[in-house]
Antibody, heavy 118, light 110 residues
């Protein structure tokens, strides 16, 4: 069974940092682009960051560029999102998603809540 | 890039058909045949229902179909069932480094 399981969310103060992790199973992780997609009531769904199967190419939402870093460890079938200098507007449920081409997200994790508040 | 425009709500009775629109521009929906649709039940992750405008992933009922005309894509749900009640989101590929989503449509089965 293809599965993605996120972890690492929580409550953090503005300006703080969090590292999200996503454990993948049931497919050849090293063959696929992977993305982080977030969802909040005010901003809807947003693709936050994407990384190529070999980790060489990375793309970011403009508002997180320079603050967030996406990475992967194909040996561990894991995807990461390092989030620094967090802002209130980063509050959302963060999903890990498998991309089967042209941003076709065919598998999603269960999501992890990130809340940025003092 | 602005979000794609979807009606906030749609509804239909069991057995009926309902169509949800997704309006974009000539730079996104109108430019590429890479429109996807996702279904999301409360508290759950989105689920891919349609990709590349008209294609259905394995396991998605053929009651779900997609189409596109100009800058507007559409999702049609035929033979509505109670379990189809959910939020639906469209998305469009807008280049190697970007994808945009619609604001979502809440489908109610009356």
């Amino acid at each position: 069974e293809v599965q993605l399981v996120e972890s690492g969310g929580g409550l953090v103060q503005p300006g703080g940092s969090l590292r999200l992790s996503c454990a993948a199973s049931g497919f050849t992780f090293s063959s696929y682009w992977m993305s982080w997609v977030r969802q909040s009531p005010g901003r809807g769904l947003e693709r936050v960051a994407s990384i190529r199967h070999d980790g060489i190419s990375k793309y970011y939402l403009d508002s997180v560029e320079g603050r967030f870093t996406i990475s992967r460890d194909n040996a561990k079938n894991s995807l990461y999102l390092q989030m620094n200098t967090l802002r209130a507007e980063d509050t959302a449920v963060y999903y890990c998603a498998k991309d089967s081409g042209w941003y076709r997200f065919d598998t999603w994790g269960q999501g992890t809540q990130v809340t940025v508040s003092s | 890039q602005s979000a794609l425009t979807q009606p906030p709500s749609a509804s239909g009775s069991p057995g009926q058909s309902v169509t949800i629109s997704c309006a974009g521009t000539s730079s996104d929906v109108g430019a590429y045949n890479y429109v996807s649709w996702y279904q999301q039940h409360p508290g759950k992750a989105p689920k891919l229902m349609i990709y590349e405008v008209t294609k259905r992933p394995s396991g998605v009922p053929d009651r779900f179909s997609g189409s596109k005309s100009g800058n507007t894509a559409s999702l049609t749900v035929s033979g509505l069932q109670a379990e189809d009640e959910a939020d639906y989101y469209c998305s469009s590929w807008v280049g190697t480094n970007s994808v945009i989503f619609g604001g979502g449509t809440k489908l109610t089965v009356l």
